[in-house]
């Protein structure tokens, strides 16, 4: 069973402060995504990752990075959280031993204030 | 640009009935087409179609792709509550390796 995880469900943060969100997978996947949904816009993909490393903006890149220094894990970073960041966010694996079938984690509802 | 398009947008039925959702797909080297389903969480997978004309099925449920019309359908026959969610479909680019998701489909199902 593919398994990933985040590191909290729920967190709430003030404006201007980092924010570090995790996602550790455990299936060995190659590629790793981060993705934010908002009511009637649908999921988003922020940033990706097919290697260690590597990074990919995705549609919604501005104020938001990432890191990969591992396989299985891929971090968002939130350099100065805003309001407009309050959102969902998703992070999701997939890699070829599993023919690509995107696996997503929780979740984890972040509050800007 | 790539996109993918879901209909209805939303779909209220009574249970027992049958629902057929569309997903239309302009995706550049295109791979594969995957199908979701989205309660109060998030996203769990249902279907992954790469070969068209092929119908895959689970229990209720079940899917098919269409690449000349580029696009897919899913069938859930016999709907029950637990069915009420959005779903949301996927294109697999084998490019990028990115996946371009449309907006979904919330269907609720009455009792």
């Known amino acids: 069973d593919v398994k990933v995880t985040q590191s909290s469900r729920y967190l709430v943060k003030r404006t201007g402060e980092k924010v570090f969100l995790e996602c550790v997978q455990d299936?060995?996947?190659?590629?790793m995504f981060w993705y934010r949904q908002d009511p009637g816009l649908g999921l988003r993909l922020i940033y990706f990752?097919?290697?260690?490393?590597?990074?990919e903006k995705g549609d919604i890149p501005e104020g938001y990075s990432v890191s990969r220094e591992k396989k299985e894990r891929f971090s968002l970073i939130l350099e100065s959280a805003s309001t407009n960041q309050t959102s969902m966010y998703l992070c999701?694996?997939?890699?070829?031993?599993?023919?690509?079938?995107?696996?997503f984690g929780p979740g984890t509802r972040l509050t800007v204030t | 640009e790539d996109k993918v398009v879901q209909s209805p947008l939303s779909l209220v039925v009574h249970e027992g009935d049958t629902v057929t959702l569309n997903c239309s797909y302009e995706v550049t080297n295109f791979r594969s087409l995957l199908w979701y389903k989205q309660e109060k969480k998030a996203p769990t997978f249902l279907f992954m179609l790469?070969?068209?004309?092929i119908e895959k099925k689970s229990g209720r449920l079940s899917s098919i792709l269409d690449k000349k019309e580029l696009s897919s359908i899913l069938n859930i026959t016999a709907t029950q509550t637990g069915d009420s969610a959005i779903y949301l479909c996927a294109g697999f680019t084998s490019g990028t390796y990115k996946y371009i998701f449309g907006t979904g489909t919330r269907l609720k199902v009455l009792a």
């Open positions: 990752s097919y290697d260690v490393k590597m990074k």
């Open positions: 299936m060995d996947h190659e590629n």
């Open positions: 790469t070969s068209s004309g």
């Open positions: 999701a694996s997939s890699g070829l031993a599993d023919s690509y079938e995107q696996y």
